[in-house]
């Protein structure tokens, strides 16, 4: 079975569609980004995947489990969202380990990842001492990310991995998330800079309006791209995504 499923995957808000009819099929083990202008409807895709929200039609199934199936589904996954959640008033050692208790994983084995994925990421352990509240929004984003994985999902879900990282931490980033599939983590990557899905995605998924317009490789996307001499995955995707300039903000509306 495929890490990520989806067949005919439909969200409508009222008269407004949301995700249309979304068929997606992602190996284990492998890195899909997902792209899309704002309000393409990716957020409430990851939503769908999730749990956090129930499709209107369709099926999707993530590490075989059906996305309706909340509390079987929550062991499988990490997910970042673009706002992740932190207690404030906590230290990151805290937050990480209460998040540890809520999965119930082992305590010290916990406790060695958790003071390992911190110190890659530059955070030291007075950093990790200090409240949440004090942290600059790179520092939460280091935590929030640990947090996502840090029970060895069968899929994480990354929605702008590297918001507010300086270069040193953006790179280290995407390295963990090799490592992550290298594995057997399948990593769902929502972002807009696009340099990070050319470097680490093993699959493109562009949508727009709710729909799958384009799925290839980053390199084949590239060579489609018409424009100028210099060919990029922001050629392809701008150019895959400007048949209609219409703004929609169902994303921003209904996440």
């Given at each position: 079975m ?5 067949t ?27 792209l ?94 200090t ?52 594995e ?56 895959l ?15």
């Amino acid at each position: 079975m495929p890490a990520i499923e989806t067949t005919a995957l439909t969200k409508r808000y009222g008269s407004t569609t949301a995700v249309d009819q979304l068929d997606l099929s992602i190996p284990d083990g492998t890195v899909y980004g997902f792209l899309g202008p704002n309000g393409a409807g990716k957020t409430t895709t990851m939503r769908i995947l999730t749990g956090l929200t129930t499709p209107t039609s369709g099926s999707a199934t993530v590490a075989d489990v059906p996305v309706t199936n909340r509390d079987s589904l929550r062991p499988h996954i990490g997910y970042l969202p673009e706002e992740p959640p932190l207690y404030e008033q906590a230290t990151a050692y805290e937050q990480l380990e209460y998040v540890a208790g809520l999965r119930d994983l082992p305590q010290q084995e916990t406790q060695a990842r958790i003071d390992d994925l911190l110190n890659r990421l530059d955070l030291s352990q007075d950093d990790a001492a200090t409240r949440i509240s004090d942290y600059s929004k790179g520092m939460r984003q280091k935590v929030a990310y640990v947090q996502a994985i840090l029970h060895d999902p069968d899929v994480a879900f990354l929605d702008e991995p590297t918001s507010g990282l300086d270069p040193r931490a953006a790179r280290t980033i995407r390295e963990l998330i090799r490592e992550l599939t290298d594995e057997g983590t399948t990593v769902f990557l929502s972002t807009h800079i696009l340099p990070v899905v050319e470097d680490v995605a093993d699959t493109v998924g562009i949508l727009y309006n709710g729909q799958l317009v384009a799925e290839d490789t980053p390199g084949q996307l590239t060579k489609r791209a018409e424009t100028g001499e210099t060919r990029t995955l922001e050629d392809a995707f701008l150019e895959l995504t400007s048949t209609d300039p219409a703004e929609d903000d169902t994303e921003a509306t209904h996440g």
